[in-house]
């Protein structure tokens, strides 16, 4: 192994740009040896049997050095305990996406470019926190202890977790911690960990944050994502074009949309309730100012039809929405700490109270262009209008038609 290079595996430094370096080192040893420049590859570090360099062989290298280093009784880099091998094992089964295991492990080796850190390798930086601006940034505080990123846990009832980890003074100890979590949690929680440093890095760059409830719903639904993976998968028939479905006997179905214009914060909503004949028995838009963003829109949406379908005392009825996310706020519980929150709380109890039965169905946009349409009405109406059809509305008469056609054949 050339000197240097052996200097940089076995420094603490090597675990901030190791991963960088393997990459680079891989490129470029494979080039020199494939080229003949450079001979005798099993002298090599990182080079395998083949004789060709790999990020892994190199890998294999960095973690034997590392265990030298324990086993010569020298403190890992992180200061913590060395991580054990079937810990490492594990990381990489989390069946999350490659990303977020990279970035697992960055943040086990303590090589994420946190303020604190880079402090201590004698940068000069404004060592306060990226998101609060108040205390300074490591690990603990961002992840943990920031008051922005407090109230994603609680959303997501991860309090306890939360807290666990926040206590903890080694970042290998809060990642072995992690993969001693129930698979569920342990998605949520990586996923949070790696949306928050995502969050933490827009806004450095000077974006808009977003909001606590809804990160908690994307990291909600992200995470689910990944508990379907590996789980047998319904495989679509033969390709036929996506239609708008009746509801059964004796059911209502209410398709609802938003719409959201994120330059003006100005959008509107729309609902349409048909039976089981796909007749429209009911229809409503309405426009909305000072908006948050297009789930404000979806959630509107999906209350007021909601709202309408209970008023009319509609006993069983489908709530259809083709917003992945909306969905995710209305199912997952305790989203009623943020301003998004208290709408989709608001809906969750209307639907759990005032029905004897209320399925909430995700469709694609192509079976929802009803309501899409209606939305699109809804934004161009005069402020705060409120439009409500007893049967059906003007201008979708073609759309509601060819959604309860036959297929030709
Ligand atoms: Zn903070």
């Not at 609680?154 to 970042?171: F, I, K, Q, Y």
């Amino acid at each position: 192994m050339p000197t240097c290079m052996s200097r940089l595996l076995e420094s603490w430094e090597s675990n901030c740009y190791c991963a960088c370096i393997f990459v680079l080192y891989a490129h470029y040893f494979t080039f020199m040896y494939e080229t003949g420049y450079m001979h005798a590859p099993s002298t090599l570090v990182g080079v395998d049997k083949r004789g060709i360099f790999t990020v892994k062989s190199a890998y294999k290298v960095q973690r034997a050095a590392e265990q030298r280093r324990s086993t010569r009784g020298c403190q890992s880099s992180s200061g913590g305990s060395v991580m054990k091998e079937e810990h490492w094992k594990g990381l990489w089964k989390i069946k999350c996406s490659g990303k977020i295991k990279h970035f697992l492990w960055r943040m086990a080796h303590n090589s994420l470019a946190l303020r604190m850190g880079l402090q201590r390798r004698g940068m000069e930086v404004d060592t306060r926190c990226v998101v609060c601006q108040r205390m300074n940034e490591d690990g603990g505080h961002l992840f943990f202890k920031c008051k922005i990123v407090k109230p994603v846990w609680r959303d997501l009832l991860l309090e306890e977790e939360r807290r666990t980890m926040g206590e903890m003074n080694s970042a290998r100890g809060v990642i072995e911690y992690i993969l001693r979590l129930p698979e569920k949690k342990q998605l949520q929680v990586v996923t949070l960990l790696w949306l928050w440093w995502q969050e933490r890095n827009r806004r450095r760059e000077g974006e808009k944050g977003r909001e606590g409830a809804q990160l908690a719903v994307l990291i909600a639904h992200t995470a689910d994502k990944y508990m379907k993976i590996g789980r047998p998968v319904t495989v679509p028939g033969p390709k036929t074009k996506k239609k708008w479905q009746r509801p059964d006997q004796g059911i209502y179905k209410i398709n609802c949309d938003g719409s959201f214009h994120a330059d003006t914060a100005v959008g509107g909503w729309g609902y349409v309730i048909r039976n089981d004949a796909g007749e429209v028995v009911l229809a409503g838009a309405g426009h909305c100012s000072h908006l948050m963003d297009a789930l404000h829109a979806e959630l509107l949406a999906c209350q007021e039809g909601i709202k309408k379908a209970a008023e009319q005392g509609m006993w069983k009825v489908i709530v259809e929405t083709d917003s992945l996310l909306a969905k995710s706020a209305l199912e997952t519980n305790s989203f009623a700490l943020a301003s998004i929150g208290g709408i989709a709380y608001e809906t969750k109890s209307l639907m759990n109270m005032s029905f004897v039965s209320c399925v909430l169905s995700f469709c694609p946009r192509e079976c929802n262009q009803v309501a899409h349409a209606l939305a699109a009405q809804g934004c161009m109406c005069s402020q705060n209008a409120d439009l409500c059809w007893e049967g059906m509305p003007p201008g979708v008469e073609n759309l509601v038609a060819s959604d309860i056609a036959e297929p030709l054949s």
